[in-house]
Nanobody
Framework: LQLVESGGGLVQPGGSLRLSCAAS????????MSWYRQAPGKERELVAT????????NYADVVKGRFTISRDNAKNTVYLQMNSLKPEDTAVYYC?????????WGQGTQVTVSS
């Protein structure tokens, strides 16, 4: 199983980024996919989750209305569109999937929001 994130970078406050996570090694459409983030000195926190066919979506309150999670099951890819970015969104963003009792993680992609 492999999860590979991309799309991070440096952006000014108010800007946008789109993260991608390419998945392989499992039947992608069968699983909920999630984005987490971890800021320096803080615990990893759940940002958003999308169900296997994209019907059910949930967001952390701090990103509601600004972030959008989506997936393309034909490409085995999950996305996180981030708009109206704030300095407090600065973190390493991780793609994740829970299979049975094991949670798998990508390597993470750094997002820095700064002027």
């Amino acid at each position: 199983l492999q999860l590979v994130e991309s799309g991070g970078g440096l952006v000014q406050p108010g800007g946008s980024l789109r993260l991608s996570c390419a998945a392989s090694g499992f039947l992608f459409s069968n699983y909920h996919m999630s984005w987490y983030r971890q800021a320096p000195g803080k615990e990893r926190e759940l940002v958003a989750t999308i169900s296997g066919v994209g019907v059910s979506i949930n967001y952390a309150d701090v990103v509601k209305g600004r972030f959008t999670i989506s997936r393309d099951n034909a490409k085995n890819t999950v996305y996180l569109q981030m708009n109206s970015l704030k300095p407090e969104d600065t973190a390493v963003y991780y793609c994740s999937v829970l299979q049975r009792v094991t949670r798998y993680w990508g390597q993470g992609t750094q997002v820095t929001v700064s002027s």
